[in-house]
């Protein structure tokens, strides 16, 4: 009887174990993939993919014994050699071969140029081979780079008192309304795919206080965009007892602040492969919708074309006008007009044609919408009413309300736009590990 006791010891080691340990004049067992060879003649330089970076290796004709000819590029292999310093190698240090074994051969060549600084292809061509596109470092550390964003949201909302729920992404109606929906048959149903999990992370603010979750959402937009996805990864939280939406928007620049310093610390050599320079986020301005509207107008000599909503034109001049006059990267755009928010959307007491909400932009770009939602049953019900909206579908949702609610409220940040934007991309394809958008269902 054999009996598991728990993660098994490898005797292979991983370029963290080699930086932190003593390690050089030794001889260790390193495994990987082949990234690249740069033959020589009597000595080749291999240098080996692995999940912390690349790590050089050194052939020597007559001490290695392995044949180098039977080695080829995307193999992955398991070497043992010794540890020598080598300034000019990645991390500082190389292994000088003694044994090469190949643990697995590729059976074709490589569609793309992996190994080069940057993949000098097109972006269909990257899409349609993404998962070998992604094995070049740099476009491997955007998602490097996402990945603290993520860690960041989570842990930081932890750290805040936040429950991580889990909400289902098929649904008999939408929170949002409107004609982007995918609809689908469920068991002779209709249903329709969630374009975001706001019902249920309200009705769970009623039982955690406070919620939040990272998963997709689904919007049937016929965009065909830099900025637009059909399937996008939503960080969305609510909070409840908040004494204003404003309570909102300093949460989510104390998220920032925490994702900021995050990066910096954990994922420096991702930013250094990039070249990234991140955002300032000390503080953040804040703007009505109308007086940036007025601000822009003013300072561009752009006519103000709706005045109900911002487009994607007077984005890109309100961050570049609060970047011009304030060196700010991100600003806060509130009060909403009502007409272009959501029901659940609280109006502004002081003059109901305008929300308790906000967007942030980031150099321009909408990543996140969010503000103060209605609590009170009644005044949710009389705000469907006068929508002429139908209640059916939606007695789940509402009949929490019956029950009592705090004052709360929350938002949805786009994880992809975020990316792109952090790491200096314009497309948020870039920044999308299988991007779902109006021509592609693959990879």
Known sequence: MEFMTGVNKKETLEIGDLLTGSY??????????VHTIRDMGEVAFIVLRKREGLLQCVYEEGKTQFDLKDLKEAATIEVEGTVKPEERAPHGFEIRLDKIKVLSE????????????????SLEANLNNRAIALRNI????????????????????????????HTPKIGAKSAEGGANLFRLEYFHRPAVLQQ???????????????????APVFRAEK?????????YTSLDFEMGY??????????????????IALLKKDYAEELRLLGVTLPNVDKIPT?????????????????IRNPYDLEPEEEA?????????????????????????????????????YTLSFDLLYQGLEITTGGQRIHDYNKLMEKIEKRGMESEGMEQYLSVFKHGMPPHGGLGIGLERLTMKLVGEDNVRETTLFPRDLSRLEP
Do not use: C
């Open 287 to 303: 703007v009505r919708f109308d007086e940036a509207k007025e601000k822009v107008a003013e300072k561009y000599h752009r006519q």
């Open 138 to 165: 740099r476009e491997r550390a955007k998602f490097r780079i996402q990945e603290g964003v993520v860690r960041g949201f989570r842990d930081f909302l932890y750290s805040q008192g936040f429950t991580e729920i």
């Open 223 to 231: 965009h065909n965009t830099k900025r637009h996805l059909n399937e």
């Open 317 to 353: 001049l309100i961050g570049q006008y609060f970047k011009e006059e304030y060196d700010a990267d991100f600003v806060f755009v509130t009060h909403y007009p009502s007409k272009k928010r959501p029901f659940y959307a609280m109006d502004d007491p002081a003059d109901p044609t």
């Open 24 to 33: 050089e004049g030794k001889s260790v067992k390193v495994n990987g993939a």
């Open 106 to 121: 590729p059976a074709a060549p490589m569609p793309l140029a992996i190994s080069k600084w940057k993949l000098n292809t």
């Open 196 to 214: 975001s999990p706001q019902f249920y992370k309200q009705m769970m603010v009623g039982v955690f206080d406070r919620v939040f979750e990272t």
């Open 242 to 259: 908040i004494d204003g939406f404003e309570d909102i928007m300093a949460m989510e620049t104390g998220f920032l602040q925490y994702m």
